[in-house]
C-alpha cells in the first residue's frame, strides 16, 4: 500500500529478484565467462571426428567445439559456428534442422546459418570444414 514501509518479506523478495535477473544477464552477456568465446569461429583446425557421424541430409551440433556442421550430400560439408549471433549462447540442439539457442529462442536454419525466428537478426558465420582422413576438420586450414 502507498505511503506504508517496505516489509522485510517485500525487501527480501526484490534484493532475490534482482540478484536472479543479474545473473541472467551475466549467463547472456557476450562478456560472460559462463559458456561464450570471444571470437566464435575456431582460430586453429578443429578435429570434430568421423566424417560419417553427420547423417546426409542432415545435421550435427558439436556444442564444446561452438559448432554444427550440416551435410547436404554424402562427402559435402558446412559448418557453421554455433554461438548465437544474438547474445553469444551456444545453441543446445537440433529440431526439424533449426538450431535452437536457448537463452532467448533464436533459432537459426542449419543447411545455410541463416535467422528463422529472432531475437538474433544476424546469421551464424560459416567455417571453413574439410574431410582428412575420414575426419571433419573445422576452422581454418593448414
Do not use: W
Amino acid at each position: 500500500m502507498p505511503g506504508q514501509p517496505a516489509t522485510r518479506r517485500t525487501v527480501l523478495k526484490g534484493a532475490a529478484l534482482a540478484g536472479a535477473a543479474g545473473l541472467g544477464t551475466a549467463a547472456c552477456s557476450t562478456d560472460s565467462k559462463l559458456g561464450h568465446a570471444r571470437t566464435p569461429t575456431p582460430t586453429a583446425p578443429v578435429d570434430l571426428g568421423a566424417a560419417d557421424a553427420v547423417p546426409v541430409g542432415g545435421a550435427k551440433l558439436y556444442r564444446e567445439q561452438r559448432l554444427l556442421v550440416h551435410c547436404p550430400a554424402k562427402g559435402q560439408y558446412r559448418a557453421f559456428s554455433a554461438q548465437c549471433t544474438h547474445a553469444g549462447c551456444v545453441l543446445d540442439k537440433i529440431e526439424e534442422n533449426e538450431g535452437n539457442c536457448p537463452c532467448h529462442r533464436s533459432r537459426f536454419d542449419v543447411t545455410t546459418g541463416h535467422v528463422v525466428k529472432g531475437p538474433a537478426t544476424v546469421p551464424l558465420p560459416e567455417v571453413p570444414v574439410t574431410v582428412k582422413n575420414g575426419n571433419l576438420v573445422a576452422g581454418p586450414q593448414d
